[in-house]
């Protein structure tokens, strides 16, 4: 089994829910720039939108467009509460916290679905099995991204829509260019069965540990090194704690927003379609911002003073690679060949 290391702050969720009141109302103001919500006319519908991030992410903005569309069509009827950086509910406990009505909406990575009971969407961890974004969009755009959004409701959650991230490098204490470089390694990983055994693959050692704790298990050594798409690898300033960042290009991290069941059909179908057509904007400004911020990330790295940046050769991508294919072989027997068999297929497709 994986290492788990659990937070060393009291989380349990009951304790959460009591305290959330209070919370709630700092979180507000943070989430809303400082500005305290309006208090004159209390909103018809207050929705509280809940995620891991910081603010500045992608995922992060992607909340605060959704905020800022349903003011602006709801003349103020529809308040969006914004909590980021895990201020309410954090990876371990959030989806437990939407399933309780604590929160309205999550947008949680794709690999929190596995772990809920959907392993599908595992398939999106599978190493090196997408080359770029235009590929990921094919699936989750698709027929097979309709499929597993409906998936969803197996888990009482309503499937809302995907946002696009974007493509993890690896980070460490030393350059990770081949397998033997992995070695005695301990990299954090998102609760995951694929990511685990990527790690395994790879050689090195899995930690499973809430993103929110990454940077601090970094500085105090618990972990050695953790794999991050750029944008968050600089806003959780993991430049500071470590030393080198291999381009490895190697796994895709996306986001799926979900609400609950009960709250989404309690919505009369004015407001349900105000917030569906502002959840669709926005998740389609998110994912051009994911695209940019990303270009925009690499040429900050690339900057950075005292952090390492090595770029893969070509063999050096292949045989990290192969390393990794068993993964997909043990994907493929513990959810079937028919899901990776229809990914491939329509990844391939000339479209």
């Not at 392993?119 to 097979?144: H, I, Y």
């Amino acid at each position: 089994m994986p290492h788990r290391v659990r937070p060393d702050r009291a989380r349990a969720l009951r304790r959460r829910l009591l305290l959330a009141g209070g919370l709630a109302s700092l979180a507000g103001l943070a989430a809303l720039g400082g500005a305290a919500p309006a208090r004159a006319a209390r909103p018809e519908l207050l929705v509280r939108f809940s995620h891991v991030v910081a603010s500045g992410t992608p995922k992060g903005q992607m909340a605060l467009h959704f905020q800022r569309l349903v003011a602006e069509r709801s003349a103020g009827r529809i308040r969006v509460e914004v909590y980021p950086d895990s201020q309410l509910y954090g990876d371990e406990d959030e989806l437990e916290a939407l399933k309780l009505g604590a929160v309205e909406l999550l947008a949680p990575s794709l690999s929190k679905f596995g772990q809920a009971g959907l392993p599908e969407f595992e398939v999106f961890d599978l190493p090196f099995l997408f080359d770029d974004l235009a590929q990921v969009r094919r699936v989750t755009q698709g027929p097979v991204g309709r499929r597993l959004l409906e998936r969803l409701a197996h888990q009482q959650m309503v499937g809302l829509g995907f946002m696009d991230g974007s493509f993890k490098q690896m980070s460490a204490n030393r350059p990770l260019r081949a397998p033997a470089d992995f070695k005695g390694l301990r990299l954090r990983v998102q609760a995951s069965r694929v990511l685990v055994a990527q790690m395994r693959a790879l050689g090195a050692e899995p930690v499973v540990l809430p993103f929110g704790e990454t940077r601090r298990a970094l500085a105090r050594r618990v972990v050695d090194g953790a794999e991050n798409p750029l944008s968050n690898f600089l806003t959780q300033g993991l430049q500071a704690v470590q030393t080198d960042l291999t381009l490895t290009h190697h796994g895709y991290l996306g986001y799926a927003v979900v609400s609950h069941p009960r709250f989404w059909t309690s919505l009369s179908a004015p407001n349900r379609e105000l917030l569906q057509q502002a959840l669709a904007e926005s998740l389609e400004f998110g994912s051009r911002l994911s695209a940019e911020l990303d270009r925009q990330a690499l040429a900050q790295v690339l900057q950075l003073p005292h952090l390492r940046v090595h770029a893969l050769s070509g063999l050096e991508r292949a045989a990290l690679q192969q390393a990794a294919q068993a993964v997909h072989q043990s994907f493929e027997q513990r959810v079937g060949h028919g899901l990776l068999a229809e990914v491939r297929l329509t990844i391939a497709a000339n479209i």
